[in-house]
């Protein structure tokens, strides 16, 4: 079992910063992958980041590339989300999810791929 807490998110301005962590329990937290998703109002949820086991690896949607880095620290459990130059966008509820695939076949950015998720936590970009 793996339990994830979001925090971090907030009303912010187009073109502001946002940082996002993820506090994880349960399981040793080096022990497996992260990824970021988001729920935009109205819309499906959608991949933004990932980010491997040892931080050796990090992969990023089109849409946050250069904008976001994903980064974690595994003796404090967590991960983040840096989020600069923020757009309206941009807006979305945020998730982090646990990826404890050993022998993954689905794409770093399928939601089929993680096996525990936040409860989410709201970020508002205002233009």
């Known amino acids: 079992q793996v339990q994830l807490v979001e925090s971090g998110g907030g009303l912010e301005q187009a073109g502001g910063s946002l940082r996002l962590s993820c506090a994880a329990s349960g399981r040793a937290f080096s022990s497996y992958a992260m990824g970021w998703f988001r729920r935009p109002p109205g819309k499906e949820r959608e991949f933004v980041a990932y980010?491997?086991?040892?931080?050796?690896?990090?992969l990023y949607a089109d849409a946050v590339k250069g904008r976001f880095t994903i980064s974690r620290d595994n003796a404090k459990n967590t991960v983040d989300l840096q989020m600069n130059s923020l757009k309206p966008e941009d807006t979305a509820v945020y998730y982090c999810a646990a990826d404890l695939s050993l022998f993954p076949s689905a794409a770093v950015s399928s939601e089929s791929r993680y096996d525990y998720w936040g409860q989410g936590t709201q970020v508002t970009v205002s233009s």
């Open positions: 980010i491997s086991r040892s931080a050796t690896n990090t």
